[in-house]
């Protein structure tokens, strides 16, 4: 019912900035939890950051915070992650999903879904 695609992605040295977008159709995502998560080859998926559609709280992981920034656009159905100062480390597919289980600040991919294709985020040292 809900359709979620990333834009944004590609490669970018370390230091450099990138802004991916995530724009859903099919249902509001008012009301919505949304999460940004990535997995880099090998890994399991990780919680990157969260974004509450009704109370507008963020949550970023320590691995990003002061770096990532996580902002929505109710009208547009859209929410983008701006990321700064960029490591070779953020090099992952980058996933934005909706929440429909667990509490208010869940950061477990469990408790998310309707998972969009990913964009992937390059970062050269």
């Known amino acids: 019912q809900v359709q979620l695609v990333e834009s944004g992605g590609g490669l970018v040295q370390a230091g450099g900035s990138l802004r991916l977008s995530c724009t859903a159709s099919?249902?509001?995502?008012?009301?919505?939890?949304l999460g940004w998560f990535r997995r880099a080859p090998g890994k399991e998926r990780e919680f990157v950051a969260r974004?509450?559609?009704?109370?507008?709280?963020?949550y970023y992981s320590d691995s990003v915070k002061g770096r990532f920034t996580y902002s929505r656009n109710n009208a547009k159905n859209t929410v983008y992650l701006q990321m700064n100062s960029l490591k070779p480390e953020d090099t992952a597919v980058y996933y934005c999903?909706?929440?429909?289980?667990?509490?208010?600040?869940?950061?477990?991919?469990?408790?998310?879904?309707?998972w969009g294709q990913g964009t992937q985020v390059t970062v050269s040292t």
């Open positions: 999903a909706v929440q429909f289980s667990g509490g208010a600040t869940s950061t477990q991919a469990r408790d998310f879904g309707s």
């Open positions: 099919g249902r509001s995502l008012i009301n919505y939890n």
């Open positions: 974004i509450g559609w009704s109370n507008a709280m963020t």
